[in-house]
């Protein structure tokens, strides 16, 4: 596995909320740059979770992790229902928006995933092709 990988991603996604503000702000659409942003906090916020509780609960070896994962779930998703309640409680709020940022957040972890797998490959392919000479 590659070394800070959760540093990185967490990078593609500034760098994807960058652009996406960029576009915003260049349309002058300022309630869909707020609309998107907050997609990709809880989109955030989910991936962090997700990096706590493997890095704090999941320990090699470790027996009854099954009641440490109860006990996160009961924290984070009524935390998430919050969240996502607020933002469509909220009027200026405009949900296709909202749904962009989260998913915004998915692709820079699947390109992300994709790089890794396109270096491995060519890491691979490299190696053959050494051992082949």
Known sequence: MEKNLIR???I????????AMI???ALQKFWIAVSITSGMILGTAVVTSFDVIIRNIVKQGEKNTKNKFVAAAL???PL????????VKWNRTNIIAFCTGVLIVNL?????AAGIYMMMKRNSIEAADREEK
């Open 80 to 87: 998430i229902a919050l969240y996502i309640y607020l933002m």
């Open 75 to 77: 924290i984070k998703y």
């Open 23 to 25: 576009w915003c702000l």
């Open 8 to 10: 990185k991603i967490y």
């Open 12 to 19: 593609s996604i500034v760098w994807a909320w960058a652009i």
């Open 108 to 112: 820079a972890i699947i390109a992300k």
